[in-house]
């Protein structure tokens, strides 16, 4: 029998600050339920100008190196899944790379569909790994985006900032998760977009949340198919089900939807949710949408509550990206992984972070319209942290 392949490790990296999304209902005439709610969103992280796309994407995997303790002179495999890459050709994966240490022997890319950029890299790692091209080397991915809306529009309270790692190897401490087994969906919509003229994305919402839900039974029916195919049908019984989280809400919507092709009541998926998906919303909904990593954010707050209890246990993951591309695939938490996801301290970055106001807010949306622009300036992060310090003779320069 092959080796089991899967997630080894995971870590996530949020902005310094956030905006409380009572303050923001406030500012804008809204009923604060609408926001806590109506959207289950109760903080939204906001990225400055030198927390760009690389510097979050190198904050998640630098920690996922420290609190994993896993070897970075075996990484092979590079991947960036990202909606906000910083250039139209270098990629923030080469960057990281830089940033990291990575090994040369290393390949090296970033991954564009939406939302479904990480997931893209997830699935390709593990088959990298399974078709013995890795050669006993871990694949490294991360999700790392800044979603963007405009001020004042429906789509701003479900903004967001921040990145995920995952380390992918042939001996996983997390989740065992088997190639082949997922359930693919494509289809050319225009639900949600961001040109190339506009930092903020184009967004037709509620038509946003139809595709998605669309996604969700044609990935869920490929994945049967997939089950059926490779006489697994055992893999359709999982505990707990993690969706990708726009905003909490979506992920509700998403597992009505899942339940009603099951033959269930809108009452009986509402009793499941609470056992199968309130888990993984913990940290989205102090965090807000992150685009690719938000499916790995929840996936991060199910293992940070209840790793333990799910040893020997399935977790279905449903990833979408507009435009639109979606994945249902599923893991099984492995032995052991409740003691070692202590000390992975999943959460602790969402300790001590800053509150910003309004003001604040708004002026940081502000910078960021011609960070892209800017001249390099001193350092503002933490002593060890990356940062993005401005553009010097058409370069991006950071300090590592
Ligand atoms: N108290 C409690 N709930 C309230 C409320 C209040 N005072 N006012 C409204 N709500 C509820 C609504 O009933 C609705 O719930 P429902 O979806 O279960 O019906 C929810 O809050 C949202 O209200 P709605 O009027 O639909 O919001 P909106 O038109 O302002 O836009 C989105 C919502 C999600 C479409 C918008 O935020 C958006 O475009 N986001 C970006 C795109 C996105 O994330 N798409 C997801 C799929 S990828």
């Known amino acids: 029998m092959q080796n089991p392949i899967g997630l080894d490790a995971l870590a996530i990296a949020v902005p310094e600050g956030y905006l409380d999304m009572g303050d923001l ?55 960036v899944g990202t909606e906000t890459g910083v250039d139209h050709s270098k990629p923030v994966a080469a960057y990281l790379h830089r940033l990291l240490g990575l090994p ?21 790692a593990i088959e990298w790994i399974a078709s013995g091209a890795g050669k006993g080397r871990t694949a490294l991915i991360v999700c790392t985006d800044i979603a963007r809306y405009g001020l004042g529009t429906a789509g ?12 992918i190897s042939e001996k996983p401490r997390l989740l065992t998760i088997e190639p082949g087994l997922d359930g693919s969906y494509a289809k050319d919509v225009n639900d949600f977009w961001r040109p190339l003229y506009s930092k903020d994305a184009v967004v ?10 669309d996604a969700l039974a044609g990935a869920y029916n490929s994945f ?11 893999a359709l019984n999982v505990a707990r089900r993690c969706y990708h ?21 809108e009452a009986e998926a509402d009793e499941s949710y609470n056992l199968e998906v309130a888990p993984s919303l913990r940290i989205p909904s102090q965090v807000g949408n992150i685009y690719t990593g938000s499916l790995y954010l929840a996936l991060a707050s199910l293992l940070d509550t209840e790793a333990e209890s799910l040893e020997g246990k399935r977790v279905a993951l449903f990833s979408y990206g507009s435009g639109c591309g979606a994945e249902y695939y599923v893991g099984e938490v492995v032995k052991g992984a409740g003691a070692y996801v202590k000390a992975l301290k999943l959460s602790q970055p969402l300790e001590n972070r800053r509150r910003y106001t309004i003001a604040e807010y708004e002026a940081i949306r502000q910078a960021d319209n011609d960070v892209d622009r800017k001249p390099v300036e001193a350092p503002q992060a933490a002593q060890n942290e990356v940062a993005f310090l401005g553009v010097e003779n058409e370069r991006r320069v950071y300090k590592a």
Do not use: I, N, W
């Not at 040369?104 to 390709?124: D, I, N, P």
């Not at 701003?156 to 380390?167: C, I, S």
């Open 224 to 234: 049967k198919q997939a089950a059926a195919e490779m006489d697994h049908r055992d």
């Open 156 to 167: 701003e309270p479900t903004q967001g900032a921040g990145a995920v790692a995952l380390l």
């Open 204 to 213: 037709d919402g509620h038509h946003s949340v139809q595709c998605y839900l």
């Open 245 to 265: 989280v726009p905003y909490g809400k979506m992920a509700k919507k998403a597992h009505r939807h899942l339940m009603a092709l099951e033959g269930k009541t």
């Open 25 to 79: 209902a406030a500012a804008r005439g809204v009923a604060p339920s609408k926001y806590t709610e109506g959207l289950l969103v109760s903080k939204m992280a906001v990225a400055k100008p030198h927390e760009d796309p690389v510097a979050l994407a190198a904050k998640a995997a630098k920690r996922l190196f420290e609190t994993s303790g896993a070897d970075l002179s075996k990484v092979g495999m590079c991947v």
């Open 104 to 124: 040369e022997r290393c390949r090296v890319y970033e991954a564009k569909h939406a939302c479904f950029g990480g997931t893209v890299g997830v699935l390709s």
